[in-house]
């Protein structure tokens, strides 16, 4: 019998076999495509040599660096916009028209401004990044429980106080899960700069094996990024449910 | 008790009230839900409210703590306007489950309203623990509200707004998600919390009989728009008992009487 866990593996084998097998019996020449046995002994190379823990740094320090800063900003604006009606209103139509930018748009600009490199896209992840924070740790504020000010206010805490003590641990579970949220976003826009101008990180891995006719290092990395990201958000996932418990699983399903 | 016997003259000298209502009339949203309300609460009386829902009973409740202000008239705490909230007035919420701080323990719970005091976290520690032994709640400091049950978590909202060392204890349908037999002991301890603290209280209830049970004075409320419609003075014996005091024949009377009260506002 296969184990309740290990059925949802059984399906993709089941499909890498087959393309295998299809691979090897059509003897696949091919720009695009390669049989799987060549995608993982590609990988492994990529492993061997170095370059691929090399790309993977590079893109995930982009995307932590711009991560972080976009979203501290975005947090602090967030919460700001979520107490302050009145700061809320004053920047709605300054948020909503700058939010729609898609990120990528920046390139040109952040190129000129930055050159290629670790700094310009950092700028562009972090833009990326502000919005997600800004938007849910916004609402995270104002879906706070009515009560819990009204008990701040009978307390006659400080507005200090009030932040630190109950407004951020009440929002704290939403607020982790926009942080989740925006890490997905951060990998994503790294990736898609790399892919499309800066020469470092995986993203320019991939262009180069595209272009070196290399199908088998282009799928390799292209299923190491999916790993990637499947290890960041899984990890967060786990950190989640460690520091909020019930309570984040909660807003998950919200 | 001398509220009791002071309570015979009609009009009871200001300074002599720890809370009053002058002709308070509170307009919200386009609705007026109190109109021309005269209330005075002498110090040490425990007062209850009720009415049918709607009648403005926990708004009332609500601008004695300073929550809401009055759109004409005055609420005055000895003697000087009620602004805005004040420590040495805790208010004690019916939905306990959000009044309480989730990410908090007990103690930490406790530990807010001495946070909100300025009391020195070296003094903290002792305070919290005679506050949760005196609600009884001495081994569950170190739980979270949701390991606790409704009764506990009352108890908790209970010590947290003791931890204020209020002059005034607003109860707002404290127990009215609880089941008879939590709710019943927690009176006994909030009568005997009481007299210890010598705080004046005033209690919101639905329930008539509770009222009666609990209080030196029993006011109820008409609806639409909330105003005084009934006084009564609650003479029984000042030590209740749940059995002989719900015995007494005088209950049963002023119980009958509420109860015709209430009907007849309903109607």
Known sequence: MIPERAKAFVLPVAILAALEIWARATHLQSDSLAPPSAIAAALTEAFRDGSILTATRDTLVSAFAGLLTGGAVGLAFGIALGIFHVFDRLMEVTVEAIRPIPSIALLPIALIALG?????????????????????????????????????????????????KIIIPAALPRIFLAFRLAAGIALIVAVTVEIAINPIGLGAAIMTAQQALRPDLMLAYLVWIGIVGYGLNTGLLLAQR????????????? | MTAIASQQTKLPDPARLQIAFSDVTLDLGGKTILENVNLDVKPGEFLCIVGASGCGKTTALRLAAGLYQPTRGSVTFDGKPILSPRRDIAIVFQDYGKALLPWRTAAGNVSLALEASGVASAQRGARIDALLKKVGLPNHAAKYPAEMSGGMQQRLQIARCLAQEPKALLMDEPFGAL?????????????????????????????????????????????????????????????RDQLSTRENPQFLALRRELFDFIKASEA
């Open chain 1, 116 to 164: 290629f490199g670790y700094r310009m896209e950092i700028v562009i992840v972090a833009f990326a990044s502000v919005w997600p924070l800004l938007i849910l740790s916004r609402a995270a504020v104002g879906a706070i429980e009515p009560r819990l000010i009204e008990v701040s206010r009978s307390l006659r805490l400080s507005p200090l106080d009030r932040i630190r």
């Open chain 1, 242 to 254: 460690h520091l909020f418990g019930r309570a984040a699983l909660a807003g998950d399903a919200a």
């Open chain 2, 179 to 239: 089941d008879a037999m939590t709710r019943q002991g927690l009176q006994d301890e909030v009568l005997s919390l009481v007299r210890a603290s010598n705080a004046t209280v005033v209690f919101v209830t639905h329930d008539l009989e509770e009222a009666i049970y609990l209080g030196d004075r029993v006011i109820g409320l008409l609806p639409h728009p909330g105003r005084i419609g009934i006084e009564l003075t609650i003479d029984l014996p000042r030590r």
